[in-house]
Protein backbone atom coordinates (compact mmCIF):
# COMPACT_ATOMS: atom_id res chain seq x y z
CA UNK A 1 0.00 0.00 0.00
CA UNK A 2 1.75 2.92 -0.95
CA UNK A 3 0.46 6.21 -1.49
CA UNK A 4 3.43 8.36 -3.00
CA UNK A 5 2.22 6.27 -6.60
CA UNK A 6 5.12 7.77 -8.84
CA UNK A 7 5.55 10.03 -6.48
CA UNK A 8 2.63 11.82 -6.11
CA UNK A 9 1.47 12.30 -2.53
CA UNK A 10 -2.05 11.58 -1.31
CA UNK A 11 -3.19 14.23 1.76
CA UNK A 12 -6.82 13.61 1.50
CA UNK A 13 -7.46 10.91 3.65
CA UNK A 14 -10.72 12.27 4.65
CA UNK A 15 -11.76 12.09 1.62
CA UNK A 16 -10.91 8.53 1.04
CA UNK A 17 -8.42 5.53 1.49
CA UNK A 18 -6.54 3.12 -0.37
CA UNK A 19 -7.72 -0.15 0.38
CA UNK A 20 -5.33 -1.99 2.46
CA UNK A 21 -3.83 -5.72 0.32
CA UNK A 22 -4.64 -7.54 2.85
CA UNK A 23 -8.50 -6.42 2.53
CA UNK A 24 -8.02 -7.16 -1.26
CA UNK A 25 -7.00 -10.38 -0.69
CA UNK A 26 -9.97 -11.32 1.53
CA UNK A 27 -12.30 -10.03 -0.65
CA UNK A 28 -10.95 -11.56 -3.93
CA UNK A 29 -12.58 -15.20 -3.31
CA UNK A 30 -16.35 -13.73 -3.03
CA UNK A 31 -15.87 -12.13 -6.36
CA UNK A 32 -15.30 -15.52 -8.41
CA UNK A 33 -15.02 -18.96 -6.23
CA UNK A 34 -17.30 -17.92 -3.17
CA UNK A 35 -20.01 -16.29 -5.32
CA UNK A 36 -22.61 -17.45 -3.33
CA UNK A 37 -25.92 -15.15 -2.25
CA UNK A 38 -25.69 -15.20 1.29
CA UNK A 39 -29.45 -15.94 2.09
CA UNK A 40 -29.70 -19.29 -0.21
CA UNK A 41 -29.59 -22.76 1.41
CA UNK A 42 -27.08 -24.21 0.22
CA UNK A 43 -23.57 -25.04 0.27
CA UNK A 44 -22.55 -21.90 -1.72
CA UNK A 45 -24.51 -19.26 0.41
CA UNK A 46 -23.56 -20.65 3.33
CA UNK A 47 -20.35 -20.30 2.44
CA UNK A 48 -21.04 -16.69 1.69
CA UNK A 49 -23.43 -16.31 4.87
CA UNK A 50 -19.96 -17.91 6.89
CA UNK A 51 -18.00 -14.69 5.71
CA UNK A 52 -20.67 -12.02 5.90
CA UNK A 53 -21.51 -13.23 9.53
CA UNK A 54 -17.59 -13.25 10.49
CA UNK A 55 -17.47 -9.52 9.29
CA UNK A 56 -20.74 -8.87 11.47
CA UNK A 57 -18.48 -10.23 14.54
CA UNK A 58 -15.91 -7.85 13.66
CA UNK A 59 -18.00 -4.83 13.65
CA UNK A 60 -19.67 -5.54 16.78
CA UNK A 61 -16.43 -5.91 18.36
CA UNK A 62 -15.34 -2.90 17.07
CA UNK A 63 -18.64 -1.03 18.34
CA UNK A 64 -19.16 -3.56 21.51
CA UNK A 65 -22.39 -4.32 20.79
CA UNK A 66 -24.00 -7.70 19.16
CA UNK A 67 -23.76 -9.09 15.91
CA UNK A 68 -27.98 -8.58 15.60
CA UNK A 69 -26.87 -5.00 16.40
CA UNK A 70 -24.71 -4.32 12.93
CA UNK A 71 -27.08 -3.67 9.85
CA UNK A 72 -24.95 -3.91 7.25
CA UNK A 73 -25.95 -0.57 3.90
CA UNK A 74 -24.60 0.92 0.72
CA UNK A 75 -22.10 3.79 2.45
CA UNK A 76 -22.99 6.05 5.27
CA UNK A 77 -24.88 8.57 3.27
CA UNK A 78 -27.37 4.98 3.19
CA UNK A 79 -26.82 4.27 6.95
CA UNK A 80 -27.50 8.24 8.09
CA UNK A 81 -30.58 8.13 5.60
CA UNK A 82 -31.65 4.57 7.77
CA UNK A 83 -31.12 5.77 10.87
CA UNK A 84 -33.18 9.29 10.76
CA UNK A 85 -35.51 8.62 7.96
CA UNK A 86 -35.97 5.11 9.45
CA UNK A 87 -36.24 6.52 13.11
CA UNK A 88 -38.76 9.41 12.03
CA UNK A 89 -40.78 7.04 9.96
CA UNK A 90 -41.42 4.77 12.83
CA UNK A 91 -42.02 7.93 15.67
CA UNK A 92 -44.65 9.24 13.29
CA UNK A 93 -46.65 6.61 14.52
CA UNK A 94 -46.27 7.57 18.09
CA UNK A 95 -46.25 11.76 17.73
CA UNK A 96 -47.64 14.00 15.60
CA UNK A 97 -45.01 15.97 14.28
CA UNK A 98 -41.23 14.77 15.40
CA UNK A 99 -38.45 16.79 15.84
CA UNK A 100 -35.02 16.43 15.24
CA UNK A 101 -32.33 18.03 16.79
CA UNK A 102 -28.88 18.23 14.78
CA UNK A 103 -26.11 20.52 13.65
CA UNK A 104 -25.17 22.91 11.11
CA UNK A 105 -21.72 21.27 10.86
CA UNK A 106 -22.85 17.65 9.59
CA UNK A 107 -22.23 15.68 6.51
CA UNK A 108 -24.37 16.57 3.59
CA UNK A 109 -26.05 12.94 4.26
CA UNK A 110 -27.20 14.11 7.45
CA UNK A 111 -28.10 17.65 6.62
CA UNK A 112 -29.87 17.39 3.51
CA UNK A 113 -31.94 14.45 4.98
CA UNK A 114 -32.86 16.98 7.49
CA UNK A 115 -33.53 19.49 5.17
CA UNK A 116 -36.17 16.66 3.45
CA UNK A 117 -37.52 15.90 6.64
CA UNK A 118 -38.15 19.99 7.06
CA UNK A 119 -39.19 19.64 3.32
CA UNK A 120 -42.37 17.41 4.94
CA UNK A 121 -43.25 19.37 7.37
CA UNK A 122 -40.75 18.40 10.61
CA UNK A 123 -39.37 20.52 12.94
CA UNK A 124 -35.61 20.61 12.74
CA UNK A 125 -33.75 22.51 15.43
CA UNK A 126 -30.53 23.32 15.13
CA UNK A 127 -27.36 23.18 18.37
CA UNK A 128 -24.85 26.21 17.23
CA UNK A 129 -21.28 25.20 16.57
CA UNK A 130 -18.32 27.65 18.83
CA UNK A 131 -15.37 29.19 16.76
CA UNK A 132 -13.52 25.97 18.44
CA UNK A 133 -15.71 23.96 15.38
CA UNK A 134 -16.73 22.48 18.55
CA UNK A 135 -21.05 21.96 19.24
CA UNK A 136 -22.30 24.31 22.11
CA UNK A 137 -24.09 22.01 24.44
CA UNK A 138 -25.13 24.53 26.96
CA UNK A 139 -28.66 25.06 25.68
CA UNK A 140 -28.99 21.56 24.45
CA UNK A 141 -31.96 20.79 27.56
CA UNK A 142 -33.71 23.96 26.31
CA UNK A 143 -34.27 22.63 22.31
CA UNK A 144 -35.96 18.86 23.94
CA UNK A 145 -39.84 19.21 23.95
CA UNK A 146 -42.49 16.25 24.44
CA UNK A 147 -42.00 15.96 20.89
CA UNK A 148 -38.33 15.45 20.20
CA UNK A 149 -37.60 12.21 17.94
CA UNK A 150 -33.75 12.16 17.50
CA UNK A 151 -30.92 13.98 17.79
CA UNK A 152 -27.98 13.35 15.39
CA UNK A 153 -24.64 14.88 16.31
CA UNK A 154 -21.56 14.11 14.65
CA UNK A 155 -18.72 11.90 15.86
CA UNK A 156 -16.16 14.12 14.16
CA UNK A 157 -16.20 16.60 11.47
CA UNK A 158 -15.48 15.56 7.70
CA UNK A 159 -13.51 19.14 7.10
CA UNK A 160 -12.02 20.47 10.26
CA UNK A 161 -11.81 17.47 12.26
CA UNK A 162 -13.33 18.72 15.53
CA UNK A 163 -14.51 16.11 17.87
CA UNK A 164 -17.69 15.97 18.86
CA UNK A 165 -19.06 15.75 22.76
CA UNK A 166 -21.00 12.84 21.94
CA UNK A 167 -20.71 10.74 25.17
CA UNK A 168 -21.52 13.90 27.35
CA UNK A 169 -24.86 14.40 24.83
CA UNK A 170 -25.35 10.73 25.41
CA UNK A 171 -24.93 10.56 28.94
CA UNK A 172 -27.56 14.01 29.15
CA UNK A 173 -30.32 12.29 26.69
CA UNK A 174 -30.02 9.23 29.23
CA UNK A 175 -30.79 10.78 32.23
CA UNK A 176 -33.24 13.04 29.84
CA UNK A 177 -34.77 9.60 29.15
CA UNK A 178 -35.65 8.39 32.59
CA UNK A 179 -38.29 11.08 32.64
CA UNK A 180 -40.14 10.38 29.04
CA UNK A 181 -42.43 7.75 27.48
CA UNK A 182 -41.11 8.12 24.49
CA UNK A 183 -37.42 7.94 24.58
CA UNK A 184 -34.93 10.68 22.33
CA UNK A 185 -32.80 8.51 20.61
CA UNK A 186 -29.29 9.46 19.68
CA UNK A 187 -27.36 8.93 16.13
CA UNK A 188 -23.91 9.95 15.40
CA UNK A 189 -22.30 9.34 12.66
CA UNK A 190 -18.66 8.19 13.25
CA UNK A 191 -17.43 7.82 9.49
CA UNK A 192 -14.26 10.08 9.86
CA UNK A 193 -13.89 9.27 13.65
CA UNK A 194 -13.77 5.52 13.24
CA UNK A 195 -10.14 6.16 11.98
CA UNK A 196 -8.35 6.94 15.42
CA UNK A 197 -11.32 6.84 17.85
CA UNK A 198 -13.07 4.01 19.82
CA UNK A 199 -16.46 3.66 18.69
CA UNK A 200 -17.56 1.99 21.61
CA UNK A 201 -21.35 2.30 22.02
CA UNK A 202 -22.00 1.75 25.34
CA UNK A 203 -19.27 4.15 26.25
CA UNK A 204 -20.56 6.70 24.04
CA UNK A 205 -24.27 5.93 25.28
CA UNK A 206 -25.96 6.02 21.64
CA UNK A 207 -28.77 4.55 20.06
CA UNK A 208 -27.53 4.55 16.66
CA UNK A 209 -23.99 4.81 14.99
CA UNK A 210 -22.85 5.52 11.47
CA UNK A 211 -19.48 3.76 9.41
CA UNK A 212 -18.11 3.75 6.25
CA UNK A 213 -15.51 1.23 4.48
CA UNK A 214 -13.63 3.37 2.57
CA UNK A 215 -12.60 5.57 5.17
CA UNK A 216 -11.16 3.12 6.97
CA UNK A 217 -9.05 1.13 3.99
CA UNK A 218 -11.83 -0.95 3.41
CA UNK A 219 -13.80 -0.58 -0.31
CA UNK A 220 -16.36 1.91 -1.81
CA UNK A 221 -19.89 1.03 -1.18
CA UNK A 222 -20.47 -0.80 1.75
CA UNK A 223 -21.06 1.04 5.52
CA UNK A 224 -23.21 -0.27 8.67
CA UNK A 225 -25.24 1.05 11.11
CA UNK A 226 -25.53 0.40 14.73
CA UNK A 227 -28.86 -0.17 15.61
CA UNK A 228 -29.54 -0.76 19.57
CA UNK A 229 -31.85 -3.90 20.35
CA UNK A 230 -35.35 -2.33 21.14
CA UNK A 231 -34.89 0.93 18.60
CA UNK A 232 -38.14 2.09 17.69
CA UNK A 233 -37.10 2.25 13.85
CA UNK A 234 -38.75 1.66 10.10
CA UNK A 235 -36.77 0.15 7.21
CA UNK A 236 -36.85 2.77 4.61
CA UNK A 237 -36.65 0.52 1.21
CA UNK A 238 -39.36 -2.45 0.51
CA UNK A 239 -38.40 -5.45 -1.08
CA UNK A 240 -36.77 -9.02 1.15
CA UNK A 241 -35.96 -9.50 4.98
CA UNK A 242 -32.24 -9.35 4.72
CA UNK A 243 -30.49 -7.24 7.75
CA UNK A 244 -33.30 -8.04 10.13
CA UNK A 245 -36.12 -6.69 7.85
CA UNK A 246 -34.06 -2.96 8.21
CA UNK A 247 -32.23 -3.24 4.47
CA UNK A 248 -33.61 -5.10 1.80
CA UNK A 249 -31.63 -5.78 -0.68
CA UNK A 250 -29.15 -8.56 -1.31
CA UNK A 251 -25.76 -7.89 0.60
CA UNK A 252 -22.28 -7.09 -1.21
CA UNK A 253 -20.85 -10.09 -0.01
CA UNK A 254 -17.30 -8.84 -0.77
CA UNK A 255 -17.55 -5.45 0.24
CA UNK A 256 -18.95 -6.51 3.38
CA UNK A 257 -15.51 -9.12 3.57
CA UNK A 258 -13.20 -6.40 2.84
CA UNK A 259 -14.98 -3.93 5.50
CA UNK A 260 -14.81 -6.67 7.65
CA UNK A 261 -11.07 -6.98 7.13
CA UNK A 262 -10.35 -3.22 7.07
CA UNK A 263 -12.16 -2.93 10.98
CA UNK A 264 -10.40 -6.36 12.02
CA UNK A 265 -6.86 -3.85 10.71
CA UNK A 266 -8.16 -1.43 12.18
CA UNK A 267 -8.28 -2.28 15.52
CA UNK A 268 -5.04 -3.67 15.77
CA UNK A 269 -3.36 -0.31 14.17
CA UNK A 270 -5.58 2.35 15.97
CA UNK A 271 -3.77 2.91 18.61
CA UNK A 272 -0.62 3.06 17.09
CA UNK A 273 -2.14 5.37 13.62
CA UNK A 274 -3.41 8.06 16.19
CA UNK A 275 -0.09 8.28 17.56
CA UNK A 276 1.85 8.47 14.57
CA UNK A 277 -0.61 10.62 12.53
CA UNK A 278 -0.26 13.49 15.46
CA UNK A 279 3.28 13.43 16.04
CA UNK A 280 3.31 13.86 11.99
CA UNK A 281 0.30 16.52 12.25
CA UNK A 282 1.89 18.71 14.98
CA UNK A 283 5.39 18.56 13.90
CA UNK A 284 3.93 19.68 10.26
CA UNK A 285 2.50 22.37 12.21
CA UNK A 286 5.26 23.34 14.00
CA UNK A 287 7.42 24.00 10.43
CA UNK A 288 4.79 25.54 9.05
CA UNK A 289 4.51 28.40 11.49
CA UNK A 290 8.19 28.62 12.00
CA UNK A 291 8.41 29.81 7.93
CA UNK A 292 4.59 31.41 7.92
CA UNK A 293 3.84 32.74 11.45
CA UNK A 294 0.56 34.31 9.35
CA UNK A 295 -1.15 30.82 9.11
CA UNK A 296 -3.88 30.09 10.81
CA UNK A 297 -5.77 27.09 11.48
CA UNK A 298 -9.96 26.52 11.70
CA UNK A 299 -10.92 24.59 14.76
CA UNK A 300 -9.72 23.54 17.87
CA UNK A 301 -5.82 22.44 17.48
CA UNK A 302 -6.24 20.91 21.27
CA UNK A 303 -7.61 17.61 22.33
CA UNK A 304 -10.66 18.06 20.23
CA UNK A 305 -9.00 17.06 17.08
CA UNK A 306 -8.51 14.34 14.64
CA UNK A 307 -4.91 13.23 15.10
CA UNK A 308 -4.79 13.49 11.17
CA UNK A 309 -6.82 16.19 10.44
CA UNK A 310 -4.69 20.34 9.63
CA UNK A 311 -7.22 22.68 8.30
CA UNK A 312 -5.08 25.50 7.06
CA UNK A 313 -5.80 29.23 5.83
CA UNK A 314 -3.92 32.28 4.96
CA UNK A 315 -5.93 35.60 4.33
CA UNK A 316 -6.54 36.61 0.84
CA UNK A 317 -5.44 33.58 -0.84
CA UNK A 318 -8.24 31.03 -2.11
CA UNK A 319 -7.92 27.50 -1.25
CA UNK A 320 -8.91 26.32 -4.61
CA UNK A 321 -5.57 27.96 -6.15
CA UNK A 322 -3.83 26.59 -3.65
CA UNK A 323 -5.15 23.20 -4.54
CA UNK A 324 -4.49 23.55 -7.96
CA UNK A 325 -0.93 24.53 -7.57
CA UNK A 326 -0.08 21.61 -5.21
CA UNK A 327 -2.05 19.09 -7.36
CA UNK A 328 -0.28 20.39 -10.82
CA UNK A 329 2.91 21.81 -10.28
CA UNK A 330 3.70 18.99 -7.03
CA UNK A 331 1.42 15.97 -7.69
CA UNK A 332 0.14 16.80 -4.25
CA UNK A 333 -3.65 16.20 -3.06
CA UNK A 334 -5.15 17.93 -0.97
CA UNK A 335 -8.99 19.28 -0.72
CA UNK A 336 -10.42 22.55 -0.14
CA UNK A 337 -13.83 21.30 2.31
CA UNK A 338 -15.28 17.59 2.09
CA UNK A 339 -15.22 15.74 -1.43
CA UNK A 340 -19.28 15.41 -0.83
CA UNK A 341 -19.36 19.41 -1.62
CA UNK A 342 -15.96 20.25 -3.35
CA UNK A 343 -17.83 20.76 -6.81
CA UNK A 344 -20.05 23.23 -5.28
CA UNK A 345 -19.16 27.24 -5.76
CA UNK A 346 -20.37 27.76 -2.23
CA UNK A 347 -18.02 28.69 0.59
CA UNK A 348 -17.93 25.93 3.27
CA UNK A 349 -20.71 25.89 5.40
CA UNK A 350 -19.08 24.36 8.07
CA UNK A 351 -16.27 27.46 7.98
CA UNK A 352 -19.02 30.01 8.03
CA UNK A 353 -20.97 28.08 10.60
CA UNK A 354 -17.66 28.65 12.54
CA UNK A 355 -18.04 32.27 12.07
CA UNK A 356 -15.97 32.85 8.84
CA UNK A 357 -17.15 35.58 6.40
CA UNK A 358 -17.75 33.96 2.84
CA UNK A 359 -14.14 35.04 1.56
CA UNK A 360 -12.04 34.09 4.64
CA UNK A 361 -14.75 30.15 4.06
CA UNK A 362 -12.99 29.88 0.50
CA UNK A 363 -9.37 30.22 1.98
CA UNK A 364 -9.03 26.72 3.46
CA UNK A 365 -7.21 23.75 2.70
CA UNK A 366 -7.81 20.92 4.19
CA UNK A 367 -4.97 18.21 5.15
CA UNK A 368 -5.31 15.06 6.10
CA UNK A 369 -3.00 12.34 6.71
CA UNK A 370 -3.39 8.54 6.68
CA UNK A 371 -1.55 5.27 7.67
CA UNK A 372 1.16 5.16 5.43
CA UNK A 373 2.26 9.05 5.30
CA UNK A 374 5.38 9.51 6.16
CA UNK A 375 8.14 12.37 7.18
CA UNK A 376 9.23 12.45 3.90
CA UNK A 377 6.01 13.50 2.02
CA UNK A 378 5.35 15.97 5.30
CA UNK A 379 8.76 17.54 4.13
CA UNK A 380 7.56 17.83 0.89
CA UNK A 381 4.43 18.88 1.57
CA UNK A 382 5.64 21.71 3.86
CA UNK A 383 8.01 23.17 1.06
CA UNK A 384 5.40 23.08 -1.34
CA UNK A 385 2.41 24.48 0.60
CA UNK A 386 5.15 27.35 1.30
CA UNK A 387 6.06 27.92 -1.94
CA UNK A 388 2.64 27.76 -3.46
CA UNK A 389 1.20 30.43 -0.73
CA UNK A 390 4.55 32.40 -1.67
CA UNK A 391 3.86 32.50 -5.64
CA UNK A 392 0.26 33.41 -4.37
CA UNK A 393 1.09 35.94 -2.66
CA UNK A 394 2.94 37.88 -5.35
N1 LIG B 1 -20.39 11.17 6.90
C1 LIG B 1 -19.18 11.73 6.87
C2 LIG B 1 -18.72 12.51 8.06
C3 LIG B 1 -18.34 11.58 5.76
O1 LIG B 1 -17.14 12.14 5.74
C4 LIG B 1 -18.83 10.81 4.67
C5 LIG B 1 -17.97 10.62 3.43
N2 LIG B 1 -17.50 11.80 2.87
C6 LIG B 1 -20.11 10.26 4.74
C7 LIG B 1 -20.86 10.46 5.87
C8 LIG B 1 -20.69 9.46 3.60
O2 LIG B 1 -20.09 8.20 3.53
P1 LIG B 1 -20.20 7.31 2.21
O3 LIG B 1 -19.19 7.86 1.26
O4 LIG B 1 -19.85 5.93 2.70
O5 LIG B 1 -21.58 7.39 1.73
New binding site residues.
Partial sequence: MNSKIKNRIYLDY???TPLDPLVVKAMEPYFVTKFGNPNSPHGFGQEALAAVDLAREVLARFCNCSMGEIIF????????NLAIRGVIRKYQQIIEKPEIITTRI?????LNTCRDMENQNMKVKYLSTGSDGIVKIANFKKLITDSTALVSV?????EIGTIQPIREIGKLLENINKNRKTPVLFHT????AAGTLKCDVDYLHVDLL??????IYGP????SLYVKNGTPIHGIQTGGDQEYTLRAGTVPVPNIVGFGKAVDLLIYHQEQDKKRMEFLRNWTFEQIVKLMPDIKVSGDLNNSRLANNLHLRVDKINGGDVMFLLDTQASIAVSTG???TAGAPEPSKVLTEIGLNQKQSQEGVRVTLGRMTTKSEMKKFISCYIHAINTLKE
Fill in positions: AATTSGATESNEHPSVMYANNDAVQSLSGHKKGVGSAC
